[in-house]
């Protein structure tokens, strides 16, 4: 049990204390806000499964909006405190860059007491996330709206949008334009490490094209004061400025991930797999709809790693990502064949995530240094089969040295995952701030370009019908137009795009793959006036992104470049071929209609979506391909295996 007490600062600072164990961060104390003798009062336990290896301590001044400030470290070396025995530890705290300065100190009161048992035994998997250390719920928020905000341009209005943080994890909302009273209605989710709640930070800004950003008010939602299982409507007002900000919020316990040696393998016990294929079996498909599936990763080790330490080598650590849950291995130090044998568990939520697993090396007094990464779709995953990936570019775009072993698992209900793709994807917390890249603004060019120009392709073939340029072409197209349209029905729109469907996939089932998509493989503004046009590249580069990838999405559906959603997308059409058969359009409509009309009588509070938008936004573009091997079809995938 660790007791943390901190004095002897100077100035104003909110200070907070992260903890190391061999690189790896195992726990991180509450900050406490603008007081210079703070008192944390906190207790944790911690698995240490070496008492060679020190307890490193380092201490920061939070900084919303900004990169955290250095404020001291120290070690506490653990060979030297006695068993069974509550001691006080008084740290002195350093700058190793200025080893003379005096940066205060830390209080702790240390107890050391031995585990109990063989850490490496065989667990169940509810052991398993009892032992780890990590995230033990999810905060789900709903931006709804504000209210009379504080005008901030000259016409009276605001470009009002909301920043939130709690601890390391970051969101930004969207920017609504000249309003006093914006609707965001976002959703968005924080994993909630502390089970005893912990405070959200919000703040809410003006954007100021060309300028710095005005702000406009702060507010804090203490979450240890909130019930779990039931949501939330927080009416909350502003600080240092006006308005009222609306939010819901719900508490949600989780245990959705988890880490453990290669010798808790889950998967392995047979009364295990029975569980877990018995959860996730087709009879349950309408039980808790989000619970689609989960997957195993085993990292086991890699080898020829490149090597970033002056001595020649390096000392690699194993970050693993699976949307917004991030699972980290220890570090092996001073080797460029590290075997970290360690089985990762993930709940996952959408089928259509990409699980990424990326190498670092370990730096004491800097940010890691990048050493390659790999990105693996889930339905591109082989169950079982232990495989070598060669790692890449942060791009993913080329090699980079060294291969990584990894073997992974997934088990999942494949009702749940067709109906998750119909909802809005999760959205990553922490996420890139948009730059503006003369290269990229050509590439998105180029792509928009090659979209465009395939239309007009399009409509020069079929204007040439109607000129006679090829007159046993304009005959069957005038045939084929008579026919159609005196016999028109409705179900003939999603029976030709089934058949386009069925067309592509006999094509690639007989090796004829008509996937033959084209695939390509900073400085900040220094002056104001710069920052205008900066805004303005940026806006038109991810408008020609967003175009340009809805295009390649939709022809990837009907490419059979991700199997499951070309399949998603026949069962679909059925359905729709069906219901249009069967129903007179006018009752269609009137449904669609009344449903539009009323669904904000119904829920006031919800968030507008699009199924398809949904839907094409798991297809992936040609850009996403570049460096992750999506699904070939099966029968492509056999012939591989013949040959």
Known sequence: NVLCIFVAFTGTSDPYVKFKIVGKEVFRSKTIHKNLNPVWDEKVSLLVESLREPLYVKVFDYDFGLQDDFMGSAYLYLESLEHQRTLDVTLDLKDPHYPNHDLGSLELAVTLIPKEGDFRESLRLSDVHRKAQLWRGIVSISLIEARDLQPMDANGLSDPYVK????????KSKTIPKTLNPQWREQFDFHLYDEQGGFIDITIWDKDAGKKDDFMGRCQVDLSVLSKECTHRLDLPLEEGDGTLVLLVTLTASAAVSIAD?????????????????RYNLLRSFHNIKDVGMVQVKVIRAEGLMAADVTGKSDPFCVVELSNDRLQTHTVYKNLNPEWNKVFTFNVKDIHSVLEVTVYDEDRDRSADFLGKVAIPLLNIQNGERKAYAL????????????????????????????????????????????????????????VRRCIMFLVNAGCYINSCFEWKSPQRSICAFLLFVVVVWNFELYMVPLVLLMLLAWNYVLIASGKDTRHGDVDSERKGFMNKLYAIQDVCISVQNVLDEVASYGERIKNTFNWTVPFLSWLAIVALCAATLVVYFIPLRYIVLAWGVNKFTKKLRDPYSIDNNELLDFLSRVPSDVQMVGIPYYIHPYCQLLQHCN
């Open 262 to 278: 290669l010798s808790v393998n889950v998967l392995d016990d047979p009364h295990e797999r029975k569980e877990i294929l018995h």
């Open 392 to 447: 890449k570019s942060k791009e993913l775009t080329g090699p980079t040295k060294g291969v990584i072993f990894l073997e992974i698992d997934v088990i999942y209900n494949i009702v749940k995952a067709g109906m998750r793709t119909l909802i809005p994807i999760e959205q990553k917390y922490i996420e890139d701030e948009p730059r503006v890249s003369k290269q990229l603004l050509l590439h998105n060019f180029n792509r």
């Open 164 to 171: 939130f943080r709690m601890g390391h994890q970051k969101y």
